[in-house]
DNA sequence: ATTATCTATAGATCTATAGATAATGC
DNA sequence: ATTATCTATAGATCTATAGATAATGC
C-alpha cells in the first residue's frame, strides 16, 4: 500500500527488468500480468497505471532485454575490458548462457515468438538484430566491408541456431558437443 | 453425430495433422483444442476420446512434424530425385520455406519452446535433432567422418539460425541478406 | 488534491468432463 | 451393445476495470 513520488519510475523498471528475465525464460506465453507484478513484490491493480496493455509491457521488455544485451557489449568496448571476436563467441556458446536464458541472448531466447508478433514489434527487433550484425562485422578482420557482413551473419546465425539446439538437448552430451563444435569452428577457421 | 468404425484412425491423423501444422506457424501457445479440432471439422468433445490431454496432442504433433520433415527426405533419398547437400540447404534457405513454417521444418519453428518442455518431449526432440545430424554429415564430402560431423553441425546451427532471424525480419531486405548471405557461404565455402 | 498501489471482481478464454445422439458390428 | 462424435457446462486462469486506501506535494 502506500505510494511516493517519482519512485514510480523505479517501480516502473522493477517491472519491466522481471518482465524481460520472464519472457526469456519463458517465451511471451510464459509473461502473465499477475505473475510479473507479484515477482516485482506487487499486485496486479496497479499494473494498468503503468501500461497500456500486456502486449505494452511485452514491447517494452523486448526492448529492454535487447538494450541490456547490447548495453554490457558497449560499456565493456568503451571503457572497460576490450570485446573480441573470440571471447564474445567464447561467451555466447557457453554452458553458462545456454543454462541461463533469463539474462541472455534475446535473439536465441525469443526469436521465434517475435517473428509471429505484430510487424511494429518485428520492425524493431530486426533494427536490434541488423545492429548486432554491424557489431559483429566491426569485431571481424576481413579484406573488405562487404566480406566482414557476409562473415559476421554466418556467425550469427551459427551462434543463434547453435545455443538454441543446444537449450533442447539440454543434459544429452549433444548438447555440449554443439556448443564445443561450433565454438572451434567459428573460432579456428573463416 | 455420426460415428464409423476404424475411421476413427483417419479423424486422429487428421487431428494431429492440423495440429502439426499450427504447432509450426503458431507456437506451442497457439495450439488450442478446441481451435484444432473446429479446424478438423469437429467439435471440442470428442478430443479426448483420442488424447489424454492436450500436452499428449502436443508431443504427437511434434512428433508427427520431425517424422514429415524426414520421411521427405527419406523418400527422395531412396527412390526419388537425389537429396544433395547442394539442394538441401538451398531448399532450406528459401523464401518459400521462410514463409511457410507450418509445413516447414519444426526445430526452427519450435525448439525455443521444446526447451522449456518437459524432459521427455526435450529427449525425444534431441534424437531428432541428432538424426538430422547425422543425415547432413552423410552428405558432406570429408576427409573422416569426425570432420563431416563438425561440419555438418556448424551447417545445421547455421540453417536454423539463418531461417530462424530471417521469419523476425520479415520484409526487410535484411532477411532475403540473410538467407542468400549463409546460402552463398555454406555452398561455396567449408 | 493528487496519485501510486491495493482489494475485489467482471468478462473472456481455455482445458476437461458429463450426458445425449446416432451409426457400426456382433 | 458398443462407441465415435456432439452439445452443454463446470472449473481454472488470465486480462482488464472499478472503487478503496494511504502517502506525497502544493
Known amino acids: 500500500m502506500g505510494h511516493s513520488r517519482a519512485a514510480k519510475q523505479d517501480t516502473h523498471n522493477r517491472i519491466v527488468d522481471v518482465a524481460s ?5 519463458e517465451g511471451f506465453a510464459g509473461v502473465g500480468v499477475a505473475d510479473v507484478m507479484h515477482e516485482a513484490g506487487l499486485t496486479v491493480g496497479g499494473f494498468y497505471k503503468h501500461f497500456a496493455s500486456r502486449d505494452d509491457l511485452l514491447r517494452e521488455a523486448l526492448d529492454a532485454a535487447c538494450g541490456a544485451w547490447r548495453a554490457q557489449k558497449a560499456a565493456a568496448d568503451a571503457g572497460g575490458p576490450q570485446v573480441s571476436y573470440q571471447l564474445l563467441v567464447h561467451e555466447y556458446l557457453s554452458p553458462a548462457h545456454r ?14 515468438d517475435v517473428g509471429r508478433a505484430d510487424e511494429g514489434t518485428r520492425a524493431l527487433f530486426s533494427q536490434r538484430i541488423d545492429q548486432n550484425i554491424d557489431l559483429l562485422a566491426s569485431l571481424i578482420p576481413a579484406d573488405d566491408a562487404r566480406t566482414a557482413r ?8 551459427a551462434l543463434v541456431g547453435a545455443i538454441t539446439i543446444s537449450r533442447v538437448a539440454a543434459d544429452d552430451p549433444l548438447s555440449r558437443e554443439i556448443l564445443d563444435t561450433v565454438r572451434d569452428l567459428l573460432l579456428k577457421k573463416d
Do not use: E, F
Open 21 to 25: 528475465k520472464r519472457l526469456r525464460q
Open 99 to 112: 543454462d541461463n536464458p533469463g539474462t541472455g541472448c534475446p535473439v536465441a531466447a525469443v526469436a521465434a
Open 150 to 157: 557476409a562473415q559476421a551473419i554466418l556467425t550469427y546465425s
